[in-house]
């Protein structure tokens, strides 16, 4: 089951559910609006690697946005932190966003129980678009969980401060 918006609001207020900053203002009736942060990361290679760590260059939207292009992935993060304590966490684009034609992610909208950090945004577009900083950008919602289970603590990407490159190449050093 998918928790209502109002659920959500109880699950903040009981610390089971954390989301910082957290603003009313952005609760939707099942989820919550998250914000793109200002920068970027953008891979530099011509070819990646999942073998090894691949080059990469910060951008920073500026307040007047920044225009990107199809063909490139862009890396951001969220505005917000969060951490969840029993329940699975999903983002998806909101739909202001994906009828421009921008994706914020490829394929890791779904969360492990017990994530905490900012979530990294796998940002492509099918067009030309500008982008600002802080635009509302993507929305939370998450699942009850059927059945026992182990929170998510030491992953790779467990308490991130920024966006995360990744790290696929640590599963070679195992």
Known sequence: ?????????????????EINPYDESRLNPNSYNLRLHNELLVYTGDVLDVKKPNPYETLI?????????????????????????????????????????????????????????????????VSPIRVYPEIEICQIYYHTVEGDFVPYRSGKYQNNQGIQPSLSWRDFEK
């Not at 999903?90 to 966003?97: A, K, N, T, V």
Request: hydrophobic letters at 40%.
């Open 1 to 17: 089951m998918i928790l209502s918006g109002l659920k959500i609001r109880e699950e903040i207020e009981n610390g089971t559910i």
């Open 61 to 125: 939207i500026p307040p007047e946005g920044l225009v990107l292009q199809p063909g490139r992935l862009y890396l951001g993060r969220t505005v917000e932190y969060t951490r969840t304590q029993k329940y699975v966490p999903m983002l998806e684009g909101r739909s202001s966003i994906g009828r421009l034609g921008l994706c914020v992610h490829v394929t890791a909208g779904f969360g492990d129980i017990g994530f905490a950090g900012y979530w990294t945004l796998e940002i492509h577009a």
